[in-house]
């Protein structure tokens, strides 16, 4: 039996996910607030066809984004990419950590 399991690029370089106040903190999932309702629906359906979804969060090869890089040194700001949108989308995923 062969199967496979699609990547889906949650905030890929952060163009409109995470959503970044003025000073780089991270205040939701995304810009438009529909991140949360488009991704448990794709998680439903390939749950439902008995597909599992990789989920990644930032693209690490190339990241051009100051707001993400900030998240990598300044505590603050990772906290707040924490409480604000890596706990919101785990509230409707099951992560396994590779």
Same mark, same amino acid.
């Given at each position: 039996m062969f199967s496979i399991s699609p990547g +889906?690029? +949650?905030h890929v370089e952060a163009q409109s996910s995470p959503k970044f106040d003025s000073n780089g903190y991270v205040t939701g999932t !995304? =810009?438009?607030n529909t991140l949360i309702g488009d991704l448990s629906d794709l998680l439903d359906y390939a749950a439902s066809q008995d597909v599992f979804v *990789? *989920? +990644?969060l930032f693209n690490g090869a190339l990241q051009r984004s100051s707001n993400v890089q900030n998240l990598?040194? !300044?505590d603050g700001k990772l906290n707040s990419y924490i409480n =604000?949108?890596?706990k919101v989308l785990k509230s409707i995923a099951q992560f396994v950590v590779c």
């Open positions: +889906v690029w +949650v !995304d =810009n438009s *990789i *989920i +990644v990598y040194w !300044d =604000n949108a890596l």
